[in-house]
Nanobody
Framework: QVQLVESGGGLVQAGGSLRLSCAAS????????MGWYRQAPGKQRELVAI???????NYVDSVKGRFTISRDNAKNTVYLQMNSLKPGDTAVYYC?????????????WGQGTQVTVSS
């Protein structure tokens, strides 16, 4: 069984910064892609950023230049540094890790952490 635990959300004023963390624990052989998603009220969940096992990254256009995704493979942890936050970034943020367990790949999700940006 693999569990993901997120931390780092909160309330911040526009222009501020937050750093989200998502740590995986359990019977993990390796982790392939790691990503952050977000879901605002009344909207569909969207991919915010993704990082491959090789370190390649990709971002949704709305956060490019403001958010940075990174990973620490030794800690099975993915991070999302969010700078210059805007009210439009307000959402519940979820991490997802594509984890290899017993030779098969499974997607695991974190519980979600609320990010609220006030104007």
């Amino acid at each position: 069984q693999v569990q993901l635990v997120e931390s780092g959300g909160g309330l911040v004023q526009a222009g501020g910064s937050l750093r989200l963390s998502c740590a995986a624990s359990g019977s993990i052989f390796s982790i392939n892609a790691m990503g952050w998603y977000r879901q605002a009220p009344g909207k569909q969940r969207e991919l915010v950023a993704i990082i491959t096992s090789g370190g390649s990254t990709n971002y949704v256009d709305s956060v490019k230049g403001r958010f940075t995704i990174s990973r620490d493979n030794a800690k099975n942890t993915v991070y999302l540094q969010m700078n210059s936050l805007k009210p439009g970034d307000t959402a519940v943020y979820y991490c997802k890790q594509s984890t290899v367990v017993d030779g098969a790949e499974y997607d695991y999700w974190g519980q979600g952490t609320q990010v609220t940006v006030s104007s």
